[in-house]
């Protein structure tokens, strides 16, 4: 052996010795048998609500749409004011709703009702509606389903029972064709059926009443818009006959204008 291969291995182990010294001497923690303190290893500590940060999917929220508040010209010359409205409050699943439409000083109907989710994008509802205006006043127990229908038509169908036997049936179809981000063509078509001739309310069994309607509205914010269409409306069967025994006329074409809120 060389000189050199012995001084190579002296320092070799003399470098192997103060290693273990300097390990012994450090406070090392023993995991032997033992398990970290949280299987997580979060020690503890969870997740919190931040301050302003808040997101929750049961609060409640309320809100009130003027659909259609409008003053229409019709082809015989005559002019009105109407609305077409609804307000709701309550959760995700839950509300109250309520529903109002009519001219202004005639005929108007007024709705309450439970609304329930069943599906996404569609509600049961389950209340009341009555009718007032010209002639004596009616009120039925209501039922239907409201939602959105594929293509993004918003659908409504409701059936109603009233007293001596009356029914109804009522259908609502509208939609919102967006031509730009602010300008927005909203057709809507709408129909009522009938049990049973109401004479005193002027209205016939079967289909009384269709009406078609098509506005252009200008959206200025997304909760106020003016717009201006054109709407039509025709009675059928003994609805039309009452309407000319009383002199008046079973269609109707109108000019219309009006705006859009929403709160």
């Not at 291969?5 to 012994?24: G, N, Y």
């Not at 398990?35 to 309320?62: H, I, N, W």
């Amino acid at each position: 052996m060389s000189a050199r291969w012995l001084l190579a291995s002296a320092c070799t182990l003399a470098l192997s010795a103060h290693a273990q010294d300097a390990m012994q001497g450090m406070d090392m923690p023993s995991t032997r048998g033992s398990e970290p303190r949280s299987p997580d290893y979060s020690d503890g500590y969870r997740y919190g609500s931040m301050r302003g940060m808040g997101m929750s999917d049961e609060s409640a929220q309320g809100m009130l749409l003027l659909d259609q508040l409008e003053y229409a010209h019709d082809n015989h010359g005559g002019n009105a004011g109407f609305v077409d409205g609804e307000a709701w409050y309550g959760k995700d699943f839950d509300k109250l709703w309520l529903k109002f439409e009519g001219r202004f000083g005639d005929e108007f109907r007024t709705e309450a009702a439970w609304d329930h989710a069943i599906a996404p994008f569609w509600d049961t509802q389950l209340g009341i509606r009555h009718d007032s205006g010209s002639g004596p006043g009616r009120t039925w127990a209501a039922f239907g389903v409201q939602g959105l229908a594929p293509y993004g038509i918003e659908t409504e169908a409701t059936f109603y029972v009233g007293q001596d036997g009356r029914s109804a049936a009522r259908v609502q179809l509208e939609y919102e064709a967006l031509l730009t981000q602010r300008l927005i063509l909203q057709p809507k078509f709408e129909m009522d059926l009938y049990g049973k001739d109401d004479p005193p309310r002027r209205v016939g069994s079967g289909l009384s009443r269709a009406g078609f309607d098509l506005r252009l509205r200008y959206g200025i914010t997304r909760q106020f818009a003016p717009y201006i269409g054109l709407a039509w409306q025709r009675d059928y069967g003994r609805t039309a006959d009452f309407a000319r025994e009383r002199g008046e006329h079973a269609h109707d074409t109108q000019i219309v204008a009006g705006l859009r809120v929403w709160f």
